[in-house]
């Protein structure tokens, strides 16, 4: 079921309508449904049900510590990849004990965050990576517990800027190489092999691609275990897609690829861990935006919304498409009309959508973004000075702000004019 939906002419999240938001909090902001977040979770968890398994949410999907302390009481984890990051899963309720630390660079000072609170694993990205890790934990005379990300070579992920399992990417070490980093890893004095790790995209709309990788690393585990490696975990990462409302892609709903999961890694005699990000949290929200003016071009007509690549960057970033539709509900004898809509920064790509069939709209009219709950308030910034974006949480008939809108005096106090002037 959908929790953004029409009742009474107007869109609603859950039981509350987004017009309501609109007049108490202003515009834009973010909404996400509670209903939706524990949904999807639940879907994803009860897919592994029976297996021994960690589901550890990519936070930087959506990294609201209101969205993870959600979460964690349904007894997510989290994948984090930032000291920053770290902060928010403890500062939600996340157990250290159920975060992984992912990332191509993380910095020493992370690393003696992570292992003071004692995380569960480190994903270790490079063999420099790892003697620092080395370092870092034999100062402080303990032993960090590793995982290597490997990179399978295997193509996946909905966009160039997010395939991440093939060799030429940055991420993970080589294939090739992976067998000698661990006879390294197993030299160190304060090092402690766990596991097995693999991220390889997002937005992945095939089993098959993730059935290669499985396979792969499963032969791996076998090597490894001969060459005297205690490998207990094997992390599969994220990734997996969600629809966008443009029937490019019609991804694999989770219990299936919790079968196909569950059928491939039943004799490896591991503990599976699961790094969803956009699976949970890309359909829990919407982007609530106002249309400022109609622009009426030589040949097209925009229009102009309060809403800007800086809070929602996917458009620009990954040619990404949102569904859009006005929170009126339009009457049954409406006309679609063309229309490309932008926000008011000063950069072409600016732009959210071009030609885009929607019922008419004027000044002051709501219209929503769909799919805006993962890599949406996480990636915004405040270029041209425009303050972050709210984020708004509703459960049931009550709705609270869990990212309040700076003010730009806020902005500005951040910054000072050198003693010199
Ligand atoms: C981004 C990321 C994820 C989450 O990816 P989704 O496509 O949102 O599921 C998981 N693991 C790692 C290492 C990541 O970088």
Redesign the pocket.
């Known amino acids: 079921m959908r929790h953004f939906d029409f009742k009474d002419g107007e869109m609603f999240a859950e039981d509350v309508a987004l017009r309501e938001i609109a007049e108490t909090i202003g515009t834009p902001c973010y909404v996400y449904s509670t209903a939706t977040f524990e949904r999807h979770y639940k879907v994803f968890a009860d897919s592994f049900k029976g297996i021994d398994a960690l589901v550890a949410y990519?936070v930087?999907?959506n990294s609201n510590i209101g969205i993870l302390a959600s979460l964690a009481k349904l007894g997510a984890g989290a994948?984090v990849?930032s000291g920053g990051e770290l902060q928010r899963a403890l500062t939600a309720g996340i157990p250290a004990d159920k975060v992984v630390f992912?990332g191509v660079g993380k910095t020493a000072d992370e690393m003696r965050i992570a292992l003071t609170a004692s995380i569960r694993i480190f994903n270790v990205e490079s063999l420099p990576e790892l003697y620092v890790l080395n370092s870092v934990a034999a100062e402080m005379d303990v032993k960090a517990p590793i995982a290597f990300r490997v990179n399978p070579d295997v193509t996946a992920g909905g966009h160039e800027k997010i395939s991440t399992g093939k060799k030429e990417n940055k991420f993970g070490i080589a294939w090739s190489q992976a067998e000698r980093a661990y006879a390294e890893a197993a030299a160190l004095e304060n090092i402690e092999i766990v596991g097995v790790d693999v991220?390889i995209g997002?937005?992945i709309d095939d089993l098959a691609p993730f059935e290669k990788a499985i396979s792969k690393v499963g032969e791996l585990i076998s090597r490894l275990r001969t060459n005297g490696h205690n490998i207990r975990s094997f992390d599969i990462?994220?990734?997996?897609g969600i629809p966008y409302g443009d029937n490019s892609i019609t991804p694999p709903p989770p219990d299936q690829y919790g079968a196909m999961v569950k059928r491939l890694t039943a004799d490896m005699d591991v503990e599976m861990i699961f790094?969803?990000?956009?699976?949970i949290s890309g359909n829990a929200g919407i982007l609530l935006s106002k249309v400022l003016y109609v622009k009426e071009g030589e040949d097209r007509k925009f229009l102009i919304i309060d809403a800007a690549m800086n809070d929602l960057l996917r458009p620009a970033l990954y040619d990404a498409y949102h569904e859009i539709e006005a929170v009126k509900a339009p009457g049954s004898d409406y006309e679609d009309i063309s229309y490309d809509v932008v926000g008011p920064i000063c950069e072409s790509g600016d732009t959210f959508t071009k030609s885009r069939e929607l019922p008419e709209m004027k000044a002051g009219d709501l219209l929503v973004m769909h799919s805006a709950g993962?890599y949406g308030a996480s990636q915004s910034s405040q270029y041209n000075t425009r303050p972050l974006v709210p984020e708004v949480l509703v459960k049931g008939s009550q709705f609270e702000v869990i990212r309040k809108r700076p003010t730009v005096e806020d902005i500005l106090k951040t910054e000072t004019v050198p003693s010199w002037l």
Do not use: F, T, W, Y
Not at 237 to 240: A, E, M
Not at 275 to 279: A, C, L
């Open positions: 990519s930087k999907a994948d990849v992912s991220h997002s937005q990462g994220g990734g997996l790094e969803p990000g956009r699976m993962a």
